[in-house]
Structures are given as C-alpha cells and as structure tokens.
C-alpha cells in the first residue's frame, strides 16, 4: 500500500490523478498532512467521506512515535525512534533564544568512516524512505514548535539525495511545513557530484564538515577525501548558488593535536579565501572506544581569534546535550544503558 508520507506534492498529483481525482485535491492532503499534522484520512474534512474512505483503502499515512525522550541539564532533547525495521535513529531537539532547532537523520549508521563520528562506525544499516525523514519532523512538531530543520543527525544526507531532496520540498513548499529555505541546512561530508546536484535542484543552506586543512590529514579523518580532494570539493563550493547574501557554513571539529595549531588555521584562511561562508568551530566530542581528544580551552580560543583577526565570520558551537550524548558525532540510534530496561 503507497504511504502518501513518501510522496512528494507533484507524485501526489500523479498518483491523485491516476485514480480519477482531480489534481487540486493534492494540496489540501498536504496541507492537512504537514501543517495539520494529520493522521488519518478520517480527519480531511474538506473531501468528501466517499474519497476519504477510498483514499485509505488505497493509501496509509505512515508517523513515528518517539520511544524515549531523553532531556539534557541544558534543555536538549534528543528522540529515538524506532523504525518499522526495528533499527532505530535519533533526532535532537536544540532550543536556543526564542527558537528550536531540529537536527534529523537521513540515514540508519553511516557508510563515510570519519575516524571521530560514532555514528560512523556503526557503518550503514540502510538509508531512510522520505516518510521517515519528514516523521522525525512531524513526530516533534506534536510537542513543539520548529523553527529550523538541520540535516546533521545520523547519516550523509547527500548519500540519500533522491529521498532528501523530496524532503527538502515538502519542508519549504507553501503547501508543506511552509518552513523558510534560510531555516534549512545540509550538511554533507563532501560527495562533490551530489552537492552539485543539490544546488541545481533546490535552494538550501549548505554546510561542508571540513575538519582538516591538509589533503594528507582529511584523507586519514574522512576517507571521503580520497574519492573528493579538498581542490575538488572547494571548487564546488564556489560555484554552489547562493541566494542572496547567504554563506556556506565550514564545520571545523577540532581534535587536540591533529588540526588545531595555528598552521591549520592559517591554511583554513587561505583554503576558504573568496568563498562567501562562515566557519563554524566545534570542539570534539569524545566517544568510548575513539582515541582522539578534544583540545583544552586555551587552544580552542586562540583559533577562534585567529580566524576572527582575518574577518572570518566565526562561532566555536557550544556542545549542547553531552550529558545524553545528543552532542555532534555522538548519535548512535541506541539507547543509553542507563535507561535500557531490557538488559
Ligand atoms: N554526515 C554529515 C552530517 C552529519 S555529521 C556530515 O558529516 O556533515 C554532523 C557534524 O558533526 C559534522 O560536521 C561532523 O564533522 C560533526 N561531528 C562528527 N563527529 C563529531 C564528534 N565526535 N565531535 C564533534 N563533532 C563531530
Ligand atoms: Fe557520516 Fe557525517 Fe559521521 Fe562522517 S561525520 S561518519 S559523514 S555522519
């Protein structure tokens, strides 16, 4: 049975129009679907009962109830979800001054191998259908407000791109979540022919986890880098569209010893010279099992005002949620020991 959940406006049209409806109908499901929350039929109370008794014989609307919420000493939240599957992903719920960021998964583990991310080395279960992408939004719209979707949880979303970019729509369409295209962000590893892609097929935020200066470096933390050296990937970041007076974000993860010195940040300067974008500095989260180290303070803050003194727009990320390990790099789509029951 088709779950409306995975269609996007225009392949509702068709499936609408490939049953005798009229094509119009397809808005006011949307509309009923993501800005109404809706989930039965029963509810659409604007079509008529004989087309809602059929629309669900012939359809589903699928929803993902959240398992556990965890809540962090900072006001964090982080989801889990259990999937049809049985495999589980998570989501993060980051309330900041008057607004709540939503950061999703896009993918079941991760198949890049980063050497700092958790999420990494659990390698890829499978990539997520539309529907559960979007439901991770819809599931927390129940409680709160959201104001900006982040694509930075579990996964590379740029390795999902056709069920991404069906999100990315019905996130931003006036007849979707209505959320503004500035309040969107992907983030991507650096799959270079799919960020050219994405460019061409919607208009985003666009982040690119950067994390090392040195090919020789990048190709050891992110062996994505051998496939897409830093030349390449950066070439694409120039010619990626940017509307109006929006910047690129740099993720920068800063691991003591390896790309934190003062030579990284004088080679970060040069590599990202002419690329309008911002950088955005995250201290390593530390994970059992991962030998690299977060750098202390003090080296933190003198790369910061390093890039700061080159009128590089820059924020070091506070970690928010390290107490349920809802911090970058931290999602493993498991529970925590501490509350599994069933051990
Ligand atoms: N796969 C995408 C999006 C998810 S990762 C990507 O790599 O961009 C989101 C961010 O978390 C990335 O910028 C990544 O560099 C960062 N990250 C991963 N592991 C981390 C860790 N242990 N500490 C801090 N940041 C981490
Ligand atoms: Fe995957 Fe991103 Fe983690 Fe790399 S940093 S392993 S691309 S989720």
Redesign the pocket.
């Known amino acids: 049975m088709i779950d409306v959940k995975n269609l996007s406006l225009e392949e509702l049209e068709n499936f609408l129009l490939g049953v005798g409806k009229e094509k119009y109908r397809a808005r006011q499901i949307f509309k009923w679907l993501y800005q109404k929350q809706a989930t039965s039929f029963a509810e659409m109370t604007n079509l008529s009962k004989e087309f809602r008794q059929d629309l669900a014989v012939r359809a589903m609307i699928s929803s993902l109830q959240p398992e556990v919420v965890e809540l962090s000493v900072d006001g964090t939240r982080k989801y889990l979800f259990r999937l049809v599957d049985g495999s589980c992903i998570e989501s993060v719920l980051i309330p900041e001054e008057g607004r709540n960021t939503l950061c999703i998964s896009s993918q079941v583990g991760?198949a890049?191998g980063?050497a700092?991310?958790?999420?990494g080395t659990f390698k890829l279960t499978r990539n997520l259908t539309s529907a559960e992408i979007i439901n991770q939004v819809c599931a927390v719209l129940q409680e709160v407000p959201v104001n900006n979707v982040v694509?930075?949880?579990?996964?590379?979303?740029l390795a999902n791109l056709d069920n991404v970019i069906r999100v990315l729509k019905t996130l931003t369409s006036p007849d979707g979540m209505q959320i503004s295209t500035r309040k969107v962000t992907v983030?991507?590893?650096g799959l270079v022919p799919e960020l050219e892609r994405l460019g061409r097929e919607v208009t985003v935020n666009l982040?690119?986890?950067l994390?090392a200066t040195t090919d020789e470096e990048r190709d050891r933390l992110m062996p994505v880098n051998r496939r897409y050296p830093l030349k390449e990937l950066l070439t694409a970041c120039k010619r990626f569209p940017l509307p109006g007076g929006r910047m690129i974000t740099f993720?920068y993860?800063l691991i003591s010893g390896v790309n934190d010195s003062l030579d990284d940040a004088k080679r970060l300067v040069k590599l990202i010279h002419g690329i309008p974008s911002k950088v955005n500095l995250?201290?390593?989260?530390?994970?059992e099992g991962?030998s690299l180290r977060r750098p202390d303070q003090a080296t933190i803050d003198r790369f910061h005002k390093f890039l700061l003194d080159k009128n590089i727009t820059v924020i070091t990320r506070s970690?928010r949620g390290a107490d349920i390990s809802a911090?970058?790099?931290?999602l493993r789509g498991k529970l925590e020991k501490s509350v599994t029951s069933d051990k």
């Open positions: 991760c890049m980063c700092f991310c958790l999420t694509f930075m949880g579990m996964g590379e979303p983030s991507t590893s982040a690119v986890s994390n993720e993860v995250i201290a390593f989260n530390e994970h991962c970690s911090a970058c790099g931290q």
